[in-house]
């Protein structure tokens, strides 16, 4: 008897597995504001310091300069008086 083929075709399949887990962590980020991308060494990083939102059930990035640019701009809109 031969096992060791279905060993190996068994180990095949869950090698498929592993990459289609990789390939879902390996979702894009892109900015939002400025569409820019985070570096694949950034990525881990970006995913913790850029700003998650949801736009219409989608879930958006904004990349750390843009949120502290649209922090400052949604103050300034506060500052003003408008009525
Ligand atoms: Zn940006």
Redesign the pocket.
Known sequence: MDTSTDAATAADTADTADSADTADLDETLV?S??G?TPPPEARAAARLTWSRGTDAGRTTW??E??SRENLRSIESKLDPVWW
């Open positions: 900015c504001g400025c820019t904004t990349c300069r843009c």
